[in-house]
């Protein structure tokens, strides 16, 4: 056992499959599987909730990372499969991962990271593609994931633990990948406590996700994401929104202690097409502290609902279409 990071939050733990720690050129790299017998780990999450809200509340309560300590059946607190923590330089190409205890490709504290023809196939609990946590210089370009939850999900540490290590996400490129299956397709948050900033995710395709493109924070996570450009996508047949930024995400295991809201500002989307979701775009802030300069550019949906839409102070919309086969219609 030793310091890992799960979920956003330091702590002992199991290990990962594949871990790195304080490591400069490293890689992984060549056609084979790995595959992560993930099946026999799926079913702790109906048993972690007890050592989930006690590992989230460690840091409110004053509980240092190193005293923090899992590690067994009863905690059940499933590591990633791949992570990588304050490494510098790093390859990861070609490869494809299948079925991981939990967060499949999960880079932490990293540096000048590229991820690169990587195939991430996988069906359980909370398992997502990619989690960069708090990294800075990221290039994921021509990967495929079909995920049990988030795709692609950017983050920065949880709550009061990610406002201590205080390490933004930031300077990260997403291009030319392929999102099935699972949550959201391209997403922000929730974990974001430590901040995200200058995002640029271009020419992708998602597909028969849950949502497209997503943004999610709630009260208590802190933090911001500023300065996000999203471009030329291609979303279809989601079950829920093909675009959504929300500062409600009712999702989240463990409730925080604080009501610290995050501030999104600087999301700009533009030249995105698509069909069959549920809703076209869903934007809500929260009363006490509304989203702001946000831009919507040449997009065409087609929904059941076009668009929803509250506590927003500033938004510039053009050439935006998002037709509703059944609710409504929303053109500017």
Not at 42 to 49: F, M, R, S
Request: charged content about 25%; overall charge negative.
């Amino acid at each position: 056992m030793g310091i890992y990071l799960r979920e956003g939050t330091e702590c002992n733990n199991y290990s990962p499959l594949i871990y790195a720690k304080d490591c400069t050129d490293i890689a992984v790299t060549g056609k084979g599987v790995l595959e992560g017998n993930g099946a026999a780990w799926w079913h702790w999450k109906k048993l972690q909730q007890r050592a989930a809200e006690d590992l989230a509340y460690a840091e409110w309560n004053g509980r240092e990372p190193e005293k923090r300590r899992y590690g067994t059946e009863e905690d059940a607190l499933r590591p990633s499969f791949i992570q990588f923590i304050n490494c510098r330089d790093v390859l990861l190409e070609d490869f494809t991962v299948k079925d991981g205890p939990q967060w499949t490709l999960n880079p932490v504290y990293c540096e000048n990271v590229t991820i690169r023809g990587v195939s991430v196939f996988t069906e359980g609990p909370n398992t997502d593609g990619l989690n960069p946590d708090s990294c800075r210089n990221v290039l994921v370009e021509k990967c495929t994931f079909s995920t049990g939850d988030d795709c692609i999900a950017i983050n920065s540490g949880l709550n009061e633990d990610g406002w201590r290590v205080n390490r933004p996400c930031e300077n990260i490129e997403i291009r030319g990948c392929h999102m099935t299956g699972g949550h959201g397709g391209v997403v922000i948050g929730s974990a974001i406590s430590g901040g995200v900033r200058n995002i640029y995710m271009h020419d992708c395709q998602i597909s028969g996700t849950m949502q497209g493109i997503r943004l999610k924070s709630m009260r208590g996570r802190g933090g911001f994401v500023h300065d996000v450009r999203i471009e030329n996508m291609e979303i279809n047949d989601v079950s829920d929104q093909a675009i959504q930024i929300n500062m409600f995400y009712e999702y989240s295991t463990v409730m925080p202690k604080s009501r610290e809201p995050s501030d999104f500002n600087g999301i700009h989307i533009s030249n995105v097409r698509g069909g069959g979701a549920a809703v076209g775009i869903e934007i809500k802030g929260l009363p006490e502290h509304k989203l702001k300069n946000i831009s919507l550019e040449n997009i065409k949906l087609k929904a059941d609902e076009a668009f929803i839409c509250s506590n927003v102070e500033s938004m510039e919309l053009k050439q935006v279409s998002a037709e509703g086969r059944c609710k409504s219609a929303f053109h500017i």
